[in-house]
């Protein structure tokens, strides 16, 4: 019973204690899995999520000086109220108005996937950012130059020693600051969700309903799971842009078999991830159910899902296709689009 | 008899033994830990190899004027007679050799547990094991990498292996380019790794430090066990591209053979 009593009485100490010195003490943060989720895949015990790393992963994506031009940050292409994309934006330009190939995909459950970019050529997480910002046409970004530069800043100095204690800033910790950033970066709370988890706010109307039953028909056997992927490369029939003739997958494992694959995207938060495919060719998701409807291009490598009985693409009627995109609108996730913990910070 | 004569080998005996004493006390204290350098001599079939000026000619009568030679040296480890090893610590093992930077070309390894070390085993290139953990372990060495072009930038990986310049062959007569760049690709992961004998003990003690001098001949390369024509993957005649595909797991082999500890100097 003493002991109860000296614990109480210390224990607003702790509290006041912990308050004052709150800017320089790291905290672990909670990684909560979504009983809807698969299991993740990003290993949070080499480099677990704590306050300060996020806070240093979330300054880093928003800071244009990784780039070469001062400007171009990932923020720049990964815009928080069109989930993490380029609202509008087939392809990017980064550094000079330098233009890519390719659309910016969103940043969003990250840690649930195993492969990265359109045409998985890294594996890690830790390692994608390197893409984007060494990359000539993107941030241009100088490894070299980025290191001094953080070491020579008072904020970055303060949210380094907190978030990797006695360790010195370089390029590994500077990456796994931004890991934790975008492992925290779950959306999870749409009304699919809801309707998922049996959750208040998750009644799906009808049309919603007749809509989810016909993707699951169609369009579940690529966009699997919850998480509407099933992190597999496949050809869906685009007709190839011969100016641009992007192999896609075939880039990286030089196989054959891979031309014209491209990753399988999430569907989360679609209706405000637009224009859609890898060339972000498509401005509405009428124009991607048409595609699937009318528009595919036979080829070689089209994925024998696109090709049964002998018909071409998915068949669907009009109303089939508003129902599709009816349940496909249930997929926003307005709390992850505008939550403050992910925006600019000063 | 003479006393002078008695004391002057009495003096030379004295000097004789305090030298040998000296040096024979330094090798036999194998307690604490020392420095190792790794030389990596680079040379073209038995000659010393020069940049951009001389012209080697390969066994398939292909005249090569190199201009570049980088590669990744990583994951030391060293081994005693009596067939133990010390393993380099992992993060610290990561270096970059490059032909036109003579420091580079010098690895200083610290903190040796001091022995007679009988042989060196290295990797070339960044490990599958390193390359799986991401960021954790790497240090810096992404920057190293990159400020030497040694890192692809679409897809976040490293080249270990850079060879460039330019060629003729009776088939090629116009000087054309060559690069031959190998890393992973595809499933292919292409990670060599090598190990050599030190002809003489590498003695590290708190007093000594040897130098383990490496010479890497790169004619091997493309001219080793496996024979790779430059001539024949000009496509175009626009130049040897070798970058992917399935002769890098060939010339990854070739690195076996590539090189050999020359000599190992112990002071």
Redesign the interface.
Same mark, same amino acid.
């Given at each position: 019973m003493k002991t109860l009593y000296i614990l109480g009485c210390l224990l607003p100490l702790l509290f006041s204690c912990s308050s004052s010195e709150s800017d320089y003490q790291d905290i672990a943060l909670n990684v909560n899995i979504p009983a809807n989720f698969p299991p993740m895949v990003y290993d949070v015990s +080499?480099?677990p999520p704590t306050q300060k790393g996020f806070e240093l992963g979330r300054k880093l994506f928003y800071d244009g000086r990784l780039s070469s031009d001062g400007l171009v940050s990932c923020a720049f292409c990964h815009i928080q109220e069109n989930a993490f994309t380029h609202h509008g934006h087939t392809v990017s330009h980064g550094v000079d108005n330098r233009v890519g190939t390719r659309n910016s995909p969103a940043i969003q459950n990250l840690a649930y996937q195993n492969v990265y970019m359109w045409d998985g050529?890294? *594996?890690? #997480? %830790? #390692?994608?950012p390197?893409?984007p910002l060494? *990359?000539?046409v993107e941030m241009n970004g %100088?490894?070299?130059a980025?290191?001094p530069m953080m070491k020579g800043d008072s904020a970055y100095k303060k949210l380094f020693e907190a978030a990797f204690p006695g360790q %010195?800033i370089? +390029?590994?910790?500077m #990456? !796994?600051a931004l890991?934790q950033f975008m492992v925290m970066m779950v959306s999870s709370d749409s009304k699919f969700d809801k309707y998922r988890r049996n959750e208040a706010g998750g009644n799906l109307t009808e049309q919603e309903l007749e809509g989810y039953s016909l993707f699951n028909q169609n369009c579940a056997s690529c966009h699997a799971t919850d998480l509407m992927t099933d992190n597999s490369f496949r050809n869906n029939g685009l007709a190839v842009n011969p100016l641009v003739n992007d192999t896609g997958r075939y !880039?990286?494992?030089?196989?054959d078999a891979d031309r014209y694959k491209f990753k399988v995207p999430s569907l989360r938060n679609v209706a405000l991830t637009a224009p859609y495919m890898h060339d972000g060719r498509f401005g509405s998701l009428e124009a991607v159910l048409n595609h699937y409807a009318n528009g595919i291009s036979d080829s070689p490598t089209l994925d024998p899902l696109l090709k049964r009985h002998g018909t071409m693409g998915i068949p669907l009627t009009a109303d089939e296709k508003m129902a599709i995109v009816a349940f496909l609108n249930t997929l926003t996730d307005t709390d992850f689009v505008t939550n403050t913990l992910y925006s600019y910070h000063d | 008899m003479n006393i002078k004569h008695t004391l002057t080998v009495l003096v030379m005996a004295l000097l004789t033994l305090t030298g040998c004493n000296n040096d024979d006390d330094a090798v036999k204290d194998t307690s604490g830990t020392g420095y190792l350098d790794v030389e990596f001599d680079n040379a073209f079939a038995g000659n010393d190899l020069i940049l951009g000026a001389q012209p080697n000619t390969t066994s398939q009568n292909e005249v090569l004027n190199i201009s570049l030679v980088k590669y990744i040296v990583s994951n030391i480890v060293l081994t005693k007679a009596d067939g133990s090893t010390f393993t380099y610590p992992k993060s610290q093992s990561y270096f970059l050799v490059n032909e036109a930077n003579a420091e580079s070309q010098m690895l200083h390894l610290t903190n040796v547990p001091a022995g007679d070390y009988t042989k060196i085993t290295f990797g070339i290139g960044v490990d599958k094991q390193q390359f799986e953990q991401g960021a954790d372990g790497q240090g810096d060495f992404l920057a190293v990498a990159q400020a030497e072009d040694m890192l692809w930038s679409w897809s976040a990986g490293y080249k270990f292996l850079a060879f460039e310049g330019t060629f003729t062959s009776p088939t090629v007569t116009a000087d054309t380019p060559f690069m031959v760049h190998t890393g992973q690709i595809g499933s292919n992961y292409n990670y060599a790794e090598v190990t050599l004998n030190n002809p003489t003990p590498a003695l590290v003690r708190t007093s000594i430090k040897p130098v383990i001098h490496v010479v890497t001949d790169v004619s091997k390369f493309i001219d080793g066990t496996n024979k790779i024509s430059l001539s024949e993957n000009n496509a175009m005649g626009m130049g040897a591209m070798i970058m992917g595909g399935e002769l890098l797991p060939l010339i990854t082999a070739n690195l076996n053979g590539a090189f050999k500890v020359d000599h190992v100097h112990n002071d």
């Open positions: +080499v480099n050529a890294t *594996s890690h #997480l %830790d #390692l994608q390197l893409i060494t *990359s000539e %100088d490894l070299t980025i290191v %010195d370089t +390029v590994e910790t #990456l !796994k890991s !880039k990286v494992t030089g196989n | -």
